[in-house]
């Protein structure tokens, strides 16, 4: 086959894949999360265990050593017959955590500790490099198969020594593109895992069409392959490999049973990526039955590669040379993308893992320690730092492999990095099972055993197989690399355990031990209090790490749940937590518990307070639960009164108000009216005098008409008798008309307009009359009491799911008190010295009332870093309004 | 203890068995995987070797598959006994509701 097709090809699946994460990406964005969420997918996706060392390596291995590379698939097979109970309830806790990494599992479950989880990220990262370094050598030496075949060989081999680089470059292109689109509160790559599942299928059939090209094509049947096994194994030299030793057996399982659970990429798509723990149903049989499929034609594939293929070639590459040299060149050509497939998708997977406990662990956490105490209105943008990190360490991981892999250069030095990347994950293990399973274990014992893994393990295991230090020096008879893996093993559990025993744990550790072991909610403890008004800054915060939007719905739908209205919630403990667990989805658990108890204030539980919650907590759980059902439904009930308690106390004070304050407004103008009237009737009155008198009786009694007109409009309008004139409009025609009406109010501000023109032109089928009045009217209030030195008013339109139209008006100024934020849209209500205003102070109650009968709403905003409405307006104007059809 | 509908004990005894069975299945596993080759490492590493451990494998999937399916089945067995009001007498007090640590 020429060399250039299978370039094309190459390119043309690459772009395959390109083309499928976006659209699922875009499924995603739409909500069609359906088919994305099959547990088909999810289990297709966890195949990513199959990088190319397992997919061009197995084969190696078993013409190598025979049965035991099945070691490699059987410990993941043992860890999901255990799925119903073990796997499911991992996922279970951490979902509840919105754990992102293992990294971050770890540092959540003892007391939220960041320099725990910054020695598991450096683990992974030594771990993950010559790993990824492997991945990008077995893409080149597949090339290079291709090209050693091809008749300008030696000149395309030539070429090839950029191979790596190109594939680096690409993913990390797909990585970064795909893989950090967002900072969404669960972290869910929708376009990265229908991919890599996709992946998972081209890889599965490849291999499986070699295996049957190998069974029924070239042997004759399955009983002619287990003769085949039997005369090769005849061979002594070949016998000795093959023998299985037991203590290999036991080790190999046991780290490849770890791997499952600890390997960086594996908890990202096995943990991080599910929505939730049911789909585990399927994979726990499924998964299984993929590694068996992928496992089952290995050593046929071997014996006939040593049988057929002249004696001397590399058997790790068997599953290419020996399809290319029964001249089954489309055979050939799909193996390679299979093979392609499993390093890349390895290879994404793994960059987006590890550049996420990279960029929480040690990047935000570093830019957040060397700023200086932050101010509650810092207006810096968290969200583009932490995206920018994550891109960062992408491209860092991505570099380190690569130049990895140009400066080991050998073959049989990166062989040994899968094992390596095995053991050395395999030290998180006995934390990681240790605080899922034992309330006791803590952080010193987490640090004990993890530190003297990583010790160990970089001593016996790491460096030897880069060529530095020796093997353990062992009896005779025993394996050194098992005796090098069980004694880090061995010391790891022992210290964590040992440590645990001696140590003594904080409030927060034993809040998290309680929840995890548990596997129930925790409910931090807080010494808020309703009416503390620090729930603007924490929205001001949320704002900064997910955007404004997603922040606002958030606490919106926090606030409904305990039955407010508005975007702020009380700051009940229950809260507080659900907030602390969803910021921990996007930055990490340990920076989350800083960022809120920054803002939040301190919070210091001592050990009375932890006895509330821990055992008696637990025994009486059942029963709490049955309570608390009940219980959250009367405390909801409870603030909905006291919310229409305090409202009607407020409207009854203020219709006391409206009395006086409308006689004061009438008897002002009719006073003088009647005076100048009065004064008119005199007879000597020069012309100039009366008609500057009559004037201003003109003026006064103008004034009475527009307040009494202003008073008609609101009771027409509450008594839902208003016509609406309803046509289609562009909302940016009616802004610019707004934007120009309302720029003669207190002309002198230089207000710096800053709007989204591409944005704002919506089409709208509403009264466009009507709408311009709001317009004009809160952006008159802006004008009117923005007291920035540099006022500047920011329009943004957007059209939302549900159709119609959100215009948000935010202005730069100091914004309005949480206290009376629920008042400013009641009659009257004018925040400022009344002379000032120079208005009556209808203006926003008539803004909200046009609002309702155009079937939208306005509402103030809070927590933007100024005064901010929002404007909602409906697809259509509700039916019910008296509206005319358009003409 | 106040007496319940038989076919709901029946509903609830079943799925608890199975969950045990759950429990006990990859211990079972680990010795077939591990024992074996302890016992008698010479006579499992070639063509028999192949047979038995991929015909373990392929049998541990089935037994797997098999127990989800009855574990799902009396999941939704149970949750419909819970559901379904109980006949008279009407004066039965309803089922506990299982938390999570009764699933374990």
């Known amino acids: 086959m020429p060399f250039e097709a299978l370039l094309a090809t190459c390119l043309a699946y690459v772009a395959l894949m390109f083309g499928v994460a976006y659209a699922a990406d875009r499924a995603a964005a739409r909500g069609h999360v359906r088919w994305l969420d099959h547990p088909l997918v999810y289990t297709m996706s966890l195949s990513v265990y199959c990088s190319a060392w397992t997919f061009y390596g197995a084969v190696g291995y078993a013409s190598r050593s025979g049965l035991e590379f099945a070691t490699i698939y059987l410990g993941p097979t043992l860890v999901f017959t255990a799925a119903w109970w073990g796997l499911r309830r991992l996922v279970r806790v951490a979902r509840m955590h919105h754990v992102t990494s293992v990294a971050d599992l770890i540092s959540a479950r003892f007391g939220k500790s960041n320099r725990l989880a910054a020695i598991v990220t450096l683990i992974a990262v030594i771990a993950s490099t010559p790993y990824i370094a492997l991945q990008l050598q077995s893409v080149r030496l597949s090339f290079e198969v291709f090209a050693t075949n091809a008749p300008n060989g030696p000149e395309i081999n030539g070429a090839l020594g950029g191979t790596a680089l190109w594939v680096a470059a690409g993913l990390a292109l797909f990585t970064i593109l795909f893989g950090t689109r967002n900072l969404a509160a669960d972290e869910r790559h929708h376009g990265v895992v229908t991919a890599i599942a996709l992946e998972a299928v081209v890889k599965l059939v490849a291999f499986i069409a070699l295996g049957v090209f190998v069974v029924w094509g070239l042997a004759d049947g399955p009983g002619d392959m287990l003769d085949r096994i039997a005369r090769t194994a005849a061979d002594p030299q070949v016998a000795e490999g093959w023998l299985l030793k037991p203590d290999r057996w036991t080790a190999l399982i046991l780290v490849s049973a770890a791997a499952i659970l600890t390997l960086p990429r594996m908890f990202q798509v096995m943990v991080v990526e599910a929505a939730d723990e049911e789909r585990l149903h399927v994979a726990g049989w499924a998964f299984p039955a993929y590694l068996f499929a992928m496992s089952l034609f290995v050593l046929p594939i071997a014996v006939m590669g040593r049988e057929l293929l002249p004696a001397g070639s590399n058997p790790d590459l068997y599953v290419l040379t020996l399809p290319a040299a029964a001249g089954q060149d489309m055979l050939a050509l799909l193996v390679f ?10 290879v994404v997977v793994c960059a987006i893992a590890v550049a996420t406990m990279v960029s929480n662990h040690w990047l935000v956490p570093a830019w957040l320690a060397l700023r200086r105490i932050p101010s509650p209105d810092e207006t810096d943008d968290l969200r583009g730092f932490v995206l920018n990190a994550r891109r960062m360490a992408i491209l860092a991981v991505m570099a380190a492999g690569w130049v990895y892999h140009q400066a080991s250069g050998g073959t049989a030095a990166l062989a040994a990095m899968g094992l ?28 004990a055993g993890i530190g003297s893994g990583l010790v160990l393990w970089m001593a016996l295991i790491f460096l030897p197989s880069v060529g530095v230090g020796g093997d353990l020096p062992v009896p005779p008879g025993v394996d050194p690399w098992t005796a090098a893996v069980m004694a880090s093993l061995i010391v790891n559990t022992l210290a964590f355990i040992g440590m645990s025993i001696f140590g003594f744990p904080d409030p927060v550790e034993r809040l998290q031990g309680l ?10 403890h807080s010494r808020m209090m309703r009416g503390d008004d620090r729930a603007e800054p924490l929205l001001a915060m949320a704002r900064k790490v997910w955007g404004a939007e997603a922040a606002l719905r958030y606490f919106q739908a926090e606030a409904r749940a305990q039955g407010r209205s508005g975007y702020l919630p009380d700051l009940t403990p229950r809260f507080l937590t659900r ?29 009375a307070d932890l006895l509330q919650v821990a055992d008696e907590a637990q025994r009486a759980k059942e029963e709490t639960q049955r309570l608390e059902a009940a219980q959250a439904e009367l405390t909801r009930t409870a603030r909905q009164l006291r919310e229409a308690n305090d409202k009607l106390t407020d409207l009854s004070v203020q219709k006391d108000a409206f009395l006086s304050q409308i006689s004061h407004e009438l008897r002002t103008p009719m006073t003088s009216v009647r005076a100048f009237s009065e004064i008119l009737k005199e007879p000597d009155l020069t012309p100039e005098d009366r008609s500057r008198f009559a004037g201003i009786i003109h003026t006064e009694a103008g004034r009475l008409t527009r307040l009494l007109d202003d008073l008609l409009d609101l009771s027409v309008l509450e008594s839902g008798r208003a016509q609406l004139n309803v046509s289609v409009v562009n909302l940016h025609d009616l802004i610019t008309r707004a934007l120009a009406a309302a720029s003669a109010t207190r002309p002198e501000r230089g207000f710096l307009i800053d709007r989204d023109l591409p944005a704002e032109h919506l089409g709208l089928i509403t009264d466009p009359d009507r709408l311009l009045q709001v317009l004009i009217n809160v952006i008159t209030n802006a004008r009117k009491y923005c007291d920035a030195a540099h006022p500047v008013l920011i329009l943004r339109t957007r059209r939302p799911e549900t159709g119609g139209a959100v215009i948000d008006i935010v202005d730069n100024g100091s914004g309005i008190d949480s206290g009376r934020q629920s008042l400013i849209f009641e009659k009257f209500a004018r925040l400022n010295d009344p002379a000032r205003a120079g208005g009556a102070g209808l203006g926003l109650a008539i803004c909200r009332e046009i609002m309702l009968t155009l079937g939208g709403d306005i509402s103030y905003l809070p927590g933007q870093g100024g005064a901010a409405f929002r404007i909602t307006l409906p697809q259509r104007p509700p039916a019910s309004a008296g509206s005319e059809p358009p003409a | 203890m106040p007496e319940r509908p038989l076919f709901l004990e029946r509903a609830s005894f079943h799925r608890r068995r199975l969950g045990d069975a759950a429990r006990v299945l990859p211990v079972l596993t680990m010795l077939l995987i591990l024992v074996p080759v302890w016992w008698m490492p010479a006579s499992l590493s070639y063509a028999g070797g192949a047979v038995w451990i991929f015909g373990l494998w392929a049998g541990l999937i089935v037994v797997v598959w098999a127990l989800h399916r009855a574990l799902l089945r009396a999941e939704a067995a149970t949750l419909r006994a819970s559901e379904t009001p109980p006949p008279p007498p009407a004066e039965t007090p309803p089922p506990p509701v299982k938390g999570p640590a009764d699933a374990l």
């Open chain 1, 337 to 346: 993308l299979g093979g392609f497939s499993a390093a890349t998708s390895m």
């Open chain 1, 579 to 607: 907030l602390e667990r969803r910021l921990a989805g996007s930055i990490g658990s340990a920076t989350a518990h800083a960022m809120i108890d920054r803002v939040a204030g301190g919070v210091a539980l001592t050990v």
């Open chain 1, 515 to 524: 929840s995890f072991v548990s596997a129930v909610e925790p409910i931090r």
């Open chain 1, 420 to 447: 390596v990347a095995f053991t050395g994950m395999a030290q998180v293990l006995p934390a990681m099972l240790g605080g899922l399973l034992w309330r006791g274990a803590n952080r010193k014992g987490a640090y």
